[in-house]
C-alpha cells in the first residue's frame, strides 16, 4: 500500500470491476461511482447504501431562536398539520415527520418571517464545529445560499462579524435575502471571487469552507446525481477544493479553527483534500464525539492516507439517515 500524494494516485481505482457494471446497470449508476463504493465499502455495504439512495430522506428544518422559541415553533406548525420531531443530536433540528397537502414547508407564515430554515440534518452541523463566539471574525468562503451563514449569526446572536464571500449575482441575491428573512445581522455580504479575501489584508479567527463539489451525497434528494458528474468533474473540483485550501491557510490566524465541509461522499473531494492541507500547513484535526457520525477513510483501494484523518466525519443516508456529507475540523497550530 502506497502513501497518498496527490489526486493521481486514486487513478486507478476506476478500473471496474465485472460486480461494478453489473450494480451500475441494477441501481443506474455510472459503474466508476460503483466502483469507488466498493473500495470504500465492500460489497454487503455497497448494496446498503446503493439501496438507501432510492429511499426520499425526511425533510428537515432548522428552528432560528432569534425569532422564536422553538417549542413555540411546534406548536404553530402543529396547527397547520405539521408534526416535528426534535433531533437529540442536533440543538436546533427537526424532523418533518408528517405535513399537510398545503402549505408547503417553504409557504408557510413561520417560513416567511424567518422561524425556520429548511435544511438538511447533516448540513446543520459545520456551524456548531464551527463553535462560533460572539467576538469572532469569521468568514464564510462559499456562502450562497445563506442556510450555515444564518445558522453561524444564529449561534453568534448577531454579535461579532461575519464576511460572507459570494461570486454569483443570483446567488448573492439569494443569500442577502436568506440573511434579511432570517434576521440575521452581523454578515456582510461580499459579492466576488474568494481570492478577494487575501488582498483585505485581514486575518480570521475561524473560516467556514463548505466547498463547491459534485454533490454526489445528496443522491437520496437529487436522482439525477447517479449520472450526472464525471470523474473529470471530480478531478477538476478536488483543483478548486485544494485552492480553496490555500486561500483559506493565507487569511486565518494562528490557532484558528477552519471547517471543511462537502455534501459530497468521494474521498477525492474529501480525504484527499484533507491530506493535502494537513502536509502542506501547520493542521492538526480535531476530534469530535458530538455526533453520530462515521471516521474518515484512512485507506483506499492501494492508497493510504494520514491516521490522523479518521478524525475526520462522514455521514451517510444508510447508517445515520441523513444526506451523505463530509465534515473536518483543523486548527491552525502557532508556528
Same mark, same amino acid.
Given at each position: 500500500?502506497?502513501?497518498?500524494?496527490?489526486?493521481?494516485?486514486?487513478?486507478?481505482?476506476?478500473?471496474?470491476?465485472?460486480?461494478?457494471?453489473?450494480?451500475?446497470?441494477?441501481?443506474?449508476?455510472?459503474? +466508476?461511482?460503483?466502483?469507488? =463504493?466498493? #473500495?470504500?465499502?465492500?460489497?454487503?455495504?455497497?448494496? !446498503?447504501?446503493?439501496?438507501?439512495?432510492?429511499?426520499?430522506?425526511?425533510?428537515?428544518?432548522?428552528?432560528?431562536?432569534?425569532?422564536?422559541?422553538?417549542?413555540?415553533?411546534? !406548536?404553530?406548525?402543529?396547527?397547520?398539520?405539521?408534526?416535528?420531531?426534535?433531533?437529540?443530536?442536533?440543538?436546533?433540528?427537526?424532523? $418533518?415527520?408528517?405535513?399537510?397537502?398545503?402549505?408547503?414547508?417553504?409557504?408557510?407564515?413561520? =417560513?416567511?418571517?424567518? +422561524? +425556520?430554515?429548511?435544511?438538511?440534518?447533516?448540513?446543520?452541523?459545520?456551524?456548531?464545529?464551527?463553535?462560533?463566539? !460572539?467576538?469572532?471574525?469569521?468568514?464564510?468562503?462559499?456562502?450562497?445560499?445563506?442556510?450555515?451563514?444564518?445558522?453561524?449569526?444564529?449561534?453568534?446572536?448577531? #454579535?461579532?462579524?461575519?464576511?460572507?464571500?459570494?461570486?454569483?449575482?443570483?446567488?448573492?441575491?439569494?443569500?442577502?435575502?436568506?440573511?434579511?428573512?432570517?434576521?440575521?445581522?452581523?454578515?456582510?455580504?461580499?459579492?466576488?471571487?474568494?481570492?478577494?479575501?487575501?488582498?483585505?489584508?485581514?486575518?480570521?479567527?475561524?473560516?467556514?469552507?463548505?466547498?463547491?463539489?459534485?454533490?454526489?451525497?445528496?443522491?437520496?434528494?437529487?436522482?439525477?446525481?447517479?449520472?450526472?458528474?464525471?470523474?473529470?468533474?471530480?478531478?477538476?473540483?478536488?483543483?478548486?477544493?485544494?485552492?480553496?485550501?490555500?486561500?483559506?491557510?493565507?487569511?486565518?490566524?494562528?490557532?484558528?479553527?477552519?471547517? =471543511?465541509?462537502?455534501?459530497?461522499?468521494?474521498? !477525492?473531494?474529501?480525504?484527499?483534500?484533507?491530506?493535502?492541507?494537513?502536509?502542506?500547513?501547520? =493542521?492538526?484535526?480535531?476530534?469530535?464525539?458530538?455526533?453520530?457520525?462515521?471516521?474518515?477513510?484512512?485507506?483506499?483501494?492501494?492508497?493510504?492516507?494520514?491516521?490522523?484523518?479518521?478524525?475526520?466525519?462522514?455521514? +451517510?443516508?444508510?447508517?445515520?439517515?441523513?444526506?451523505?456529507?463530509? $465534515?473536518?475540523?483543523?486548527?491552525?497550530?502557532?508556528?
Amino acid at each position: 500500500m502506497k502513501r497518498y500524494q496527490d489526486i493521481k494516485d486514486l487513478i486507478g481505482v476506476l478500473r471496474s470491476s465485472e460486480l461494478s457494471k453489473q450494480l451500475a446497470i441494477k441501481f443506474d449508476f455510472r459503474d +466508476y461511482m460503483i466502483e469507488r =463504493y466498493l #473500495r470504500m465499502f465492500g460489497k454487503d455495504e455497497t448494496l !446498503e447504501f446503493l439501496n438507501s439512495c432510492s429511499i426520499p430522506l425526511s425533510k428537515s428544518i432548522r428552528c432560528n431562536d432569534l425569532k422564536v422559541e422553538c417549542g413555540r415553533l411546534v !406548536e404553530a406548525m402543529r396547527k397547520k398539520g405539521f408534526v416535528l420531531t426534535k433531533v437529540k443530536w442536533i440543538p436546533h433540528g427537526y424532523i $418533518i415527520e408528517k405535513k399537510p397537502a398545503r402549505p408547503s414547508l417553504g409557504a408557510t407564515i413561520e =417560513y416567511l418571517m424567518g +422561524y +425556520y430554515y429548511i435544511q438538511g440534518l447533516a448540513s446543520m452541523i459545520p456551524a456548531y464545529l464551527l463553535e462560533p463566539a !460572539e467576538t469572532d471574525f469569521i468568514l464564510d468562503m462559499a456562502a450562497a445560499p445563506g442556510g450555515k451563514t444564518t445558522q453561524i449569526g444564529q449561534l453568534m446572536k448577531n #454579535r461579532g462579524n461575519i464576511l460572507a464571500i459570494e461570486k454569483s449575482k443570483s446567488r448573492a441575491r439569494a443569500l442577502r435575502e436568506n440573511l434579511r428573512r432570517m434576521g440575521i445581522e452581523n454578515v456582510v455580504v461580499l459579492r466576488s471571487d474568494v481570492e478577494v479575501v487575501t488582498k483585505l489584508g485581514i486575518q480570521f479567527s475561524k473560516i467556514l469552507l463548505d466547498a463547491p463539489c459534485t454533490a454526489e451525497g445528496l443522491i437520496p434528494i437529487k436522482p439525477e446525481r447517479r449520472k450526472s458528474r464525471s470523474f473529470d468533474d471530480i478531478l477538476y473540483l478536488n483543483k478548486v477544493q485544494t485552492r480553496l485550501i490555500d486561500i483559506a491557510s493565507s487569511v486565518l490566524k494562528e490557532g484558528g479553527r477552519l471547517v =471543511y465541509s462537502t455534501c459530497s461522499i468521494g474521498v !477525492e473531494e474529501n480525504e484527499a483534500v484533507i491530506e493535502y492541507a494537513i502536509s502542506k500547513y501547520n =493542521y492538526k484535526i480535531l476530534n469530535f464525539t458530538t455526533f453520530p457520525s462515521s471516521k474518515g477513510i484512512v485507506e483506499y483501494g492501494d492508497v493510504k492516507f494520514s491516521d490522523e484523518i479518521e478524525k475526520c466525519m462522514r455521514f +451517510y443516508p444508510h447508517k445515520q439517515g441523513t444526506e451523505g456529507f463530509f $465534515i473536518c475540523v483543523l486548527e491552525k497550530e502557532e508556528k
